[in-house]
């Protein structure tokens, strides 16, 4: 068993690690002020500039693959590229990708869809969750029916990352009610230009999603993905993309809150003492640094299985469910070290307190990754003895 980064793996880290410090991280007090004056934290074009920086040295499309000019890497160093972004929380990432699902495009639709996606000329956005249905996505009530070669389609979407600035979304549709996800939806491939409207809303963190209202909306049936009513397997292809990338992201974040935890335990004087002094102040930096070492492991693990092309779901839920949950421990007790300047707004701590938390919901909340855990191992599909058996 050998737990260390190959010279290669430890090459890219490091470019990453670097990258991160010398490029992200002085942006963080600007990033900041304009949130607070309710901007956008990276503005598009510094994004663009940052990634054509980050090109320029290979980094581009990290699990794009080679024949679209991305660098194809395993799961295991997108990981570790994903938790060195973590460790800021500016909103950065790599430029050259495209949804997973995309890549199930015909020809045609690979021209109009998938390269501009790569190229970053058009935005996507996924749309699954209603307001009735989130957790239970078997319940979509969004409709399209056939009308001559289109399909008409009415419904509402809510929560879609991305949904106010995208050109076009890959929206979930019923198109059989009484087959409903058994074969009974489809995705479609929908310009902004075919009519469907946008509504931005507010949040406690910087990721605005949107709600989309689709009435009447009518779309050619060469803008279905894949076949009509096959829908439902390809959203979950595209929720269990990466589900080991949340995680790999929030112990990103972790690392470097512990980092401060640790300097403003040093340095802040209480009763005649630093406070690292005190055990009460120990223990909380001696159980997130455990805790940060359990998730690097479990988050390394899940990767490890889908480079293997080994059924990594169970892996992914166990990384997935202990990451929100830890992370939101974990900044928690670092703000509790920072007394009353982890309330404030002058330290990034309240920032990570609000956005971490976004993680025990999206992509399946806490209890909907319980429920999988349990249900794997109550119907034998998943051991507690792990891998390895
Ligand atoms: C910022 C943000 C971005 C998002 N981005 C997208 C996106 O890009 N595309 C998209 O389609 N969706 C997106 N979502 C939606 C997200 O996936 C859902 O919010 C999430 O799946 C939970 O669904 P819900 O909000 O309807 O909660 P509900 O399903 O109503 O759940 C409410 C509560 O009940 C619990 N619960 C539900 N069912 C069970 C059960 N069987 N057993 C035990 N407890 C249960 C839940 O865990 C939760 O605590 C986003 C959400 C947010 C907040």
Request: hydrophobic fraction near 40%; include cysteine.
């Amino acid at each position: 068993m050998d737990f260390s980064l190959s010279p290669e793996e430890r090459e890219v880290r490091d470019w990453v690690r670097t990258f991160v410090r010398k490029e992200i991280m002085p942006l963080e007090a600007e990033v900041l002020r304009r949130e607070r004056a309710n901007q956008p934290g990276l503005p598009v074009d510094e994004l663009k500039a940052l990634q054509l920086k980050a090109k320029d040295s290979g980094f581009w499309g990290v699990q794009t693959p080679q024949e679209y000019g991305g660098m194809g890497l395993s799961a295991v160093m997108t990981a570790l590229l994903e938790a060195e972004l973590g460790r800021s929380f500016v909103p950065f990432r790599f430029g050259g990708a495209a949804d997973n699902i995309l890549y199930h495009a015909n020809d045609e639709q690979k021209q109009r869809y998938l390269l501009p996606t790569i190229s970053g000329e058009r935005k996507s956005c996924f749309a699954i969750t209603e307001p009735g249905a989130g957790s239970d996505a078997k319940a979509i009530r969004t409709s399209a029916r056939q009308d001559g070669a289109d399909w008409i389609i009415n419904g509402e979407k809510t929560f879609i990352t991305g949904g106010h600035e995208a050109d076009f979304t890959m929206v979930f549709a019923v198109t059989d009610k009484e087959k409903g996800a058994n074969g009974g939806v489809t995705c479609f491939l929908v310009d902004r230009e075919a009519g469907w409207k946008s509504e931005p809303i507010d949040t406690m963190g910087q990721w605005g999603p949107a709600a989309l209202v689709f009435e009447d909306v009518r779309v050619p049936r060469e803008n279905i993905l894949g076949e009509v009513g096959r829908g439902f397997e390809l959203a979950m292809q595209w929720i269990g993309r990466g589900r080991y990338l949340l995680p790999a992201r929030a112990l990103g974040a972790c690392e470097r809150l512990v980092g401060m935890a640790i300097e403003q335990a040093n340095t802040r004087v209480t009763f005649g003492k630093p406070i690292a002094d005190y055990q009460a102040i120990q223990w909380m930096i001696a159980d997130s640094a455990v805790e940060i070492e359990a998730l690097r492991w479990l988050v390394l693990h899940a990767a490890w299985l889908v480079d293997s092309g080994a059924d990594s779901r169970h892996a992914q839920s166990v990384a997935k469910l202990f990451g929100g949950v830890k992370a939101n421990e974990i900044v928690d007790r670092v703000l509790q070290i920072h007394g009353g300047m982890g309330y404030t707004r002058e330290l990034p701590v309240e920032r990570w307190y609000r956005e971490l938390r976004l993680l025990r919901i999206y992509e399946g909340t806490d209890e909907i990754q319980r429920r999988t855990i349990a249900r794997n191992l109550l119907k034998g599909h998943a051991s507690v003895s792990g891998t390895l058996g």
